[in-house]
């Protein structure tokens, strides 16, 4: 039987590897600040969110099976889909992208908005 000594030591080496990854995990969600939109899998554009220094917007079309756009809004730190015509609205519902928790989807049009990781990793991996 293991003394109660070894399991408050190995129990301590536990919470202070969780308490490590946790820092890093945490401390690695603000780092990448360049967004790619991505229409049927290819970049179409690249804004890095440190350089916006006003609001502005754009329109991005697809010419598919069921056409349509989508009007993204660009501020400092940020990015949304502010209006879509596909049917769901989905993307638009989804608000602003700030962080590499989850990237914006429009499935319709085939558009993903996501924020591009400086390590090249993305976060889906981590």
Known sequence: MIKTRTWIFITAVCAALLAVLSAALLSSRGEGTVVEILQDGT???EIDLSRVTSRYSFTV???GKEPGSNT???Q???ICVSDADCPDRICVSQGWL???AAPVVCMPHRL???LKSPSGVDAVSQ
Do not use: F, K, S
């Open 72 to 74: 993204i809004l660009v």
């Open 112 to 114: 993903i908005i996501r």
């Open 76 to 78: 400092p730190g940020a």
């Open 61 to 63: 079309t697809w010419g």
């Open 43 to 45: 970049v179409i554009e």
């Open 98 to 100: 700030t962080n590499q």
